[in-house]
T-cell receptor, first 113, second 113 residues
Framework: DTGVSQNPRHKITKRGQNVTFRCDPI?????LYWYRQTLGQGPEFLTY????????KSRLLSDRFSAERPKGSFSTLEIQRTEQGDSAMYLC???????????FGPGTRLTVL | DQQVKQNSPSLSVQEGRISILNCDYT??????FLWYKKYPAEGPTFLIS?????DKNEDGRFTVFLNKSAKHLSLHIVPSQPGDSAVYFC????????????FGSGTQLTVLP
């Protein structure tokens, strides 16, 4: 399977704990995006990388959130001191060139108790 | 401030009939528009797109219409099939190098056999 993969698919955590999600983009795709989707809403942009450089961050990305793409391949999204409001589906997408389609992974569903 | 709006949360259509999903946008900087389809427990899947220099794009049973003056686009599915039942998201891209998608809140399409 050469699509975008995300792990884990589901994560349940207690408030205050740290969590980390991983995204493996389509091979050789330069751009990688993170989005968050809450119930009844469309995905909302969080941040994106071109190769290993993080080029833009949304206002939604508070200082408890950090994303990395150390070698320009896979990416991680870490949430520190999770809050119940962080419960959402976290989606990753990758793209070859800026004019190309963004291909989404299946998402990681986070539940903060 | 929702820049992309899908005002119909749900739509039911008989199999074989036409499905029309609507989307409105407010940001004049958007120059490229996409429709994604999402099944439960999966990430959004790209369906069809249209550039702002066109007013229509067709791909098989799917046609997207763009009315720039009204800042309105619509997706037509003819004929509708039960497998088309999914949540449909309208998304928009701004001009320039930043290519993060702005999504609407989605429309749940149910095609009745």
């Amino acid at each position: 399977d050469t699509g975008v993969s995300q792990n884990p698919r589901h994560k349940i955590t207690k408030r205050g704990q740290n969590v980390t999600f991983r995204c493996d983009p389509i091979s050789e795709h330069n751009r990688l995006y993170w989005y968050r989707q809450t119930l009844g809403q469309g995905p909302e942009f969080l941040t994106y990388f071109q190769n290993e450089a993080q080029l833009e961050k949304s206002r939604l990305l508070s200082d408890r959130f950090s994303a990395e793409r150390p070698k320009g391949s896979f990416s991680t999204l870490e949430i520190q001191r999770t809050e119940q409001g962080d419960s959402a589906m976290y989606l990753c997408a990758s793209q070859d060139r800026p004019t190309d389609t963004q291909y989404f992974g299946p998402g990681t569903r986070l539940t903060v108790l | 401030d929702q820049q992309v709006k899908q005002n119909s949360p749900s739509l039911s259509v008989q199999e074989g009939r036409i499905s029309i999903l609507n989307c409105d946008y407010t940001n004049s900087m958007f120059d490229y528009f996409l429709w994604y389809k999402k099944y439960p427990a999966e990430g959004p899947t790209f369906l069809i797109s249209i550039s702002s220099i066109k007013d229509k794009n067709e791909d098989g049973r799917f046609t997207v219409f763009l009315n720039k003056s009204a800042k309105h686009l619509s997706l037509h599915i003819v004929p509708s099939q039960p497998g088309d039942s999914a949540v449909y998201f309208c998304a928009a891209l701004p001009s320039g190098s930043a290519r993060q998608l702005t999504f609407g809140s989605g429309t749940q399409l149910t095609v009745l056999p």
